[in-house]
Structures are given as C-alpha cells and as structure tokens.
C-alpha cells in the first residue's frame, strides 16, 4: 500500500512488529504472516488481521509453541480466498517432502474442479488460470518452489509445502472431509 500519512506508517509499523513477536521467532509462521499481509495491503486489512491473530493467540494462552504455529497457520487459511482453499489443501495429499512437478499439480486441480474460468481473463486457458493460483498460494509463503524454469527464471517446474503446513493441511481436509 501506499501510505503518506507518518501516524498511519507508525502504527502499521507496530502492528508488524507485535505480529513478527507473537510468531515467536518461527521462520515458517514469520514466512507465512508477511504472504498474509503482503496480500492484504490496506491498513485497514492489517489491523483486522493483527485483531485476528491477538484473539487465536489469546485462546492458546500458555500452550505449547506448535499449538501456537497452528493457530498462525489457521488464522493464514481462514485469510485465504475461498477459490485457493481446496487448492492448499488438496497439497496434502502428497507424502511429506514431495517435490511436486507443477504442471501435474495443475492438472489434478483441473481435473479435480478447484479451477475457475471466472478468475482469469477470457485469453487464458484454464491451466494458466491453475498456475496463477500456485503462484498466489507462493506468494502468500504457502507453497515453497522447488525449482523454475532455467530459460525464464519465471515459470515454476517444482514447488512443495512446508512439513507444518502440510500437518495443517491434513487436519483440516479432515476436519471438512476434503480429499
């Protein structure tokens, strides 16, 4: 976002820092809180997602740091749009540390419904559309790439799911009898 106003940057600035605390100095839940605010730029967004994160962390007060990661990762979900949420869980299915080719990742999402025309602009094919919503699960910190392309640097040949992310996954597919 673009900001003019000190007292705003000032207070956004506090709102990054109190998040970036209650992550606990956990690289994934930091990773994962900046996609979060990175794709939810206004002010207003980052003061509901810090109100967000306050409350889920008040619930686990005292508990154990991973109950902690869990409720960051679930606060991560619940930001999500809903078109990309069958998209992160179906990532579950893979076994753990699995580098999955992303064109076969995209087809599955295809085949399997998750994709829609709706999202893209009536020159992109459906498997474009597949990939700009990888790239989107990317930038949020939800899905690591693995390896791109030498040629462009650009397009994604690999990509995997943190171990955590992946447990979360698991928990809620079925928790919504997903997969």
């Given amino acids: 976002f673009n900001c003019s106003d000190p007292k705003v940057d000032a207070e956004l600035l506090d709102i990054a820092k109190d998040i970036v605390e209650r992550c606990q100095g956990l690289p994934l839940a930091i990773r994962v809180m900046a996609g979060l605010l990175a794709s939810n730029p206004t002010p207003h967004q980052w003061k509901a ?17 991973s109950a902690k990661v869990n409720r960051t990762l679930a606060l991560s979900y619940h930001f999500l749009p809903e078109y990309l949420k069958p998209c ?3 990532t579950a299915v893979f076994p753990e540390g699995f580098e999955m080719d992303v064109g076969s990742l995209c087809r599955l999402w295809l085949a399997e419904g998750f994709i829609s025309s709706t999202h893209g602009s009536s020159q992109q094919s459906m498997e474009d559309i597949a990939e700009q919503y990888l790239k989107e699960l990317v930038a949020r910190n939800l899905v690591l790439v693995q390896k791109r392309e030498l040629s462009t640097f650009r397009s994604l040949r690999t990509c995997r799911v943190h171990d955590l992310l992946r447990d979360f996954c698991l ?7 997903f997969c």
Avoid: M, W
Wanted: proline residues 0%; hydrophobic residues 35%; without cysteine.
């Fill in 88 to 90: 992160f869980l179906y």
């Fill in 171 to 177: 928990l809620k597919a079925e928790e919504q009898n």
């Fill in 49 to 65: 997602v810090h109100r967000s994160i306050v409350s889920y962390q008040t619930i686990d007060q005292g508990s154990q740091v």
